[in-house]
């Protein structure tokens, strides 16, 4: 069997809310579609251009910003870069003009109220998550290219096969036993032997920078969250808890840098309810950030984004002596945890409902957690196990298809599973383990092909229907 490469940057990807699979993905395939129409020499020819979003990124596109972020893809923005604060101004000026410049160079007509097909009845077959460009050229000829995005920020293109990647690993991994017999052979903890394969791609120095980058990320992210009131964009009036949950428990008081901000919550105490609050309160803050098209870091997914930064400033702040040895260490243990339900499973909400966003989070935080706080191995596998099989069956049933509701809260409780499952594996034998990780997995992967399509990202289902609309709109 062959052993798919995934790297730590293909679990933890920094982009722009609200959803991986319908924002980022999108984006990163109209930036494909671009660069292989530049690649082939007919991207100056090009004079007209269709977009057609199938399935799920039809029907809840609108409420997680398909169509901006394939605006935004085609013109040559780079979710990476791109300059959030002008997000709203460059899409009504595409919207008014009826033009963009394509790739960034090429000025084109484009209305994207009508060049951008939303097809609510049609869904393609290899997944939920589709969207073809049909490009026509002055010459009278035209192509189409069709795209899956699969979850968590990857991008399929209609014809490529997801073989294993370019990469030989020292290690390779495909299933949460391949893990541990490695672990086993040569002595090394899950993150040494992430770091190890991490240097099939680039030199270790350059993966400890790229780690530390996506850290500061989510730093900012949790600091922006905390400190931003007000109300969340696209119409069900979510207002904001993040920052005044923050200003409550420091009593009111304001500090200017995440350091200074920081050390004041840590001198706040150690006590229960305490903790419980900052880790609520972390997650709504970067979720909240999430559903107003801020910069986030997919963790493995953009709705899942709220869990893992939450479980790492947990430890960060509640533990001493968390060093950055110690912050790449627990990224790099979760990056692993992730790969393992993408190569087994799904980390997509379309193919698998919540269950493969917020329950793979979680199933990432705990295991990090366990071995940072001296777990061996075995009990970090344990601890992901129990993480995901408290989530098994979880629908998603985005209300309005906005990342807003439930999916916001969601965040806190995947954050409070990934600790609990954490604390009762390190207080186990992992002998007690009736259940594998791999088994988990396997099972996750069943209940997904057993959900009906309504509690798959389609808010045709659930909450997203059963919400009355005085509710929803107040």
């Known amino acids: 069997m062959a052993h798919e490469a995934i790297s730590v940057f293909d679990i933890f990807k920094i982009g722009i809310g609200p959803s991986s699979s319908h924002t980022l993905g999108p984006w990163r395939a109209a930036q494909r579609f671009t660069t292989l129409l530049e690649q082939r020499g007919q991207l100056a ?23 901006v972020a394939v605006l935004l893809g085609l013109a040559g923005d780079d979710p990476v870069t791109f300059a959030v604060e ?19 160079s090429y000025v084109l007509a484009f209305d994207p109220v009508v060049d951008v097909e939303f097809l609510m009845s049609e869904s393609l077959p290899f997944h939920p998550n589709a969207l073809s460009f049909l490009a026509t050229f002055a010459n009278g000829e035209a192509v189409s290219e069709t795209y899956y995005s699969i979850g968590g920020g990857f991008v399929v293109q209609e014809g490529e096969t997801q073989a294993a990647g370019s990469v030989t690993l020292p290690f390779p991994i495909n299933d949460a036993e391949d893990l541990l017999h490695w672990c086993r052979k040569t002595g090394l903890t899950i993150h040494e032997v992430v770091l190890e394969n991490e240097s099939a791609w680039r030199p270790e120095p350059d993966t400890r920078a790229g780690v530390g980058r996506i850290w500061k990320v989510m730093q900012e992210c949790v600091f922006r969250g905390c400190h931003t009131e007000g109300t969340l964009p696209g119409g069900l009036n979510v207002k904001r808890r993040a920052a005044g949950l923050a200003k409550r428990l420091l009593q009111g008081k304001t500090y200017a840098s995440y350091d200074e901000w920081i050390a004041a919550i840590r001198g706040g105490g150690n006590h229960f309810q305490y903790i419980l609050d900052w880790v609520s309160c972390f997650a709504l803050a970067v979720n909240e950030e999430n559903a107003s098209f801020s910069r986030v870091v997919t963790a493995p997914t953009n709705g899942a984004a709220g869990v893992i930064p939450a479980v790492l400033h947990y430890y960060k702040l509640f533990y001493p002596d ?11 243990t979760a990056s692993e945890v992730g790969s393992i339900f993408k190569k087994g499973a799904t980390i997509s909400a379309a193919m698998g409902g919540c269950q493969a966003e917020i329950g793979v989070s979680s199933s990432m935080a705990a295991a ?107």
């Open 45 to 67: 020819g090009v004079v007209a251009l269709k977009v057609l979003l199938y399935g799920s990124l039809a029907k809840t596109g609108k409420g997680h910003g398909t169509d």
């Open 86 to 104: 002008e997000l709203d101004n460059k899409i009504r000026r595409i919207g008014a003009e009826k033009r963009m410049d394509l790739a960034g």
């Open 322 to 332: 968390v060093t950055d040895d110690k912050v790449l260490q627990f990224l790099l």
């Open 368 to 474: 990090a957690l366990t071995e940072a706080l001296g777990g061996s191995q075995r009990q970090a596998l344990m601890a992901a196990e129990i993480a995901m099989e408290h989530h098994l069956g979880m629908t998603c049933d985005p209300i309005g298809g906005l990342v807003q509701v439930p999916c916001i809260e969601r965040n806190t409780m995947g954050a409070i599973k990934a600790i609990t499952a954490s604390q009762l594996a390190l207080q186990s034998a992992p002998d007690y383990a009736k259940v594998s990780l791999d088994n988990v997995v396997d099972t996750m992967w069943a209940t997904a092909l057993d959900m009906n399509s309504k509690y798959k990202e389609t808010a045709e289902g659930g909450l997203a229907v059963n919400i009355p609309l005085s509710l929803s709109e107040c």
